[in-house]
């Protein structure tokens, strides 16, 4: 299957998709730690919807790739079982739209073990769902909906946006000894190919990434939009705007230094992503930036977002997503103001 990859020990993969980097990420995780273990709906006969998970089970068998009932409430609270006993479960759920009956498991009791047990018991548990629209689903196929992980004390919140992040910071993620809510951009999951080496390393989790540095405006994003933030930021250097782009990656909890120290020196600051704009974590972005580096700023932070309304059918998905123009706009917008 193109995009499915099990690489050797240290095997460089020129072309990985990002769906590949976590078949990648997943394999080296469970060679290296016998706790690591993969559950889900169709994670193990079929490789997972989008093949995630693909040559996982004829590798290590199905005592640690397990296919389970269609129950997210039921596979939520047997990943915090297993994670409370010693084990290292990484849960795949199908579509973020499917993760709402999971959230009792993971609010209540996923996030709260280590406090609840005063520290004797933790839980290294990975959830992973694919997220965002772009692909022409259904709504519940479609969503963005990492605000509301990220209100929840306990919870990590991470999303990539290439293969090599991806690959970096799931292992990170696998290797954290508390919960973690990994959401992977459907819309990248083969559409973008680069080199990724099978070497282990994990990337630092709560922590930006500049991507391209600049001096006039800074467009902070994650997830699938990060991808239309660079084009975006290439074609206005002809037009002679300095883009620097922050890929966020760890929504919760935020590294507000970077963003801070990068609007300190642009002055000026968009905000872009794919979730709806009320209560949108861009908002929580533009609240820290307001609070702690509102003297840095020279023109208004802009948002660019989603509409307040359910993920349309396909033919009116282009409208609702957030788009090159409109982040074109918003950027030259907050560029001439004076």
């Given amino acids: 299957m193109p995009g499915s990859v099990t690489a050797l020990a240290g095997t460089a993969v020129a072309g990985a998709t990002l769906v590949g980097a976590v078949n990648m990420a997943l394999a080296r995780a469970m060679t290296e730690d016998k706790s690591v273990v993969v559950l889900g709906e169709d994670v193990g006969v079929d490789g997972g919807v989008f093949r995630a998970t693909e040559g996982l089970l004829e590798r290590f068998g199905p005592s640690r790739v397990l296919d389970t009932p269609l129950a997210e409430t039921a596979l939520a609270g047997a990943a915090v079982g297993m994670a409370a006993e010693g084990l290292r479960p990484v849960v795949e759920i199908q579509f973020m739209g499917f993760i709402y009956p999971a959230m009792d498991q993971l609010v209540s009791h996923a996030s709260r073990l ?85 070497d282990g390393k994990a990337l630092p989790l709560d922590r930006c990434f500049v991507l391209r540095e600049g001096d006039d405006v800074t467009i902070v994003s994650w997830g699938s939009m990060t991808r239309d933030v660079l084009a975006v930021a290439d074609a206005l250097a002809e037009e002679g705007i300095d883009t620097e782009v922050i890929d966020v990656a760890t929504l919760q909890p935020l590294d507000a230094d970077t963003i801070l120290a990068s609007v300190e020196k642009t002055g000026r600051l968009v905000v872009v992503h794919e979730a709806p704009l009320t209560a949108g974590y861009g908002a929580e972005i533009a609240a820290r930036v307001a609070e702690h580096g509102l003297l840095s700023l020279q023109a208004p932070i802009t948002r660019v977002t989603a509409p307040d309304v359910v993920v349309p059918q396909p033919r009116l998905e282009a409208a609702y997503m957030p788009g090159k123009a409109r982040i074109r706009e918003a950027v030259r917008h907050t560029v001439a103001f004076a």
């Fill in 114 to 198: 280590r406090n609840r047990t005063r520290g004797r018991l933790s839980c290294p548990l990975v959830v992973r769902a694919p997220m965002g629209g772009g692909i022409h689903a259904p709504e519940h196929h479609s969503e963005s909906t990492e605000a509301m992980f990220a209100q929840v004390p306990g919870l990590r919140v991470v999303i990539p946006s290439s293969p090599a992040r991806t690959y970096g910071l799931l292992l990170a993620a696998i290797r954290d000894p508390d919960p973690v809510i990994f959401l992977e951009p459907t819309r990248l999951y083969r559409a973008l190919r680069e080199p990724v080496t099978d």
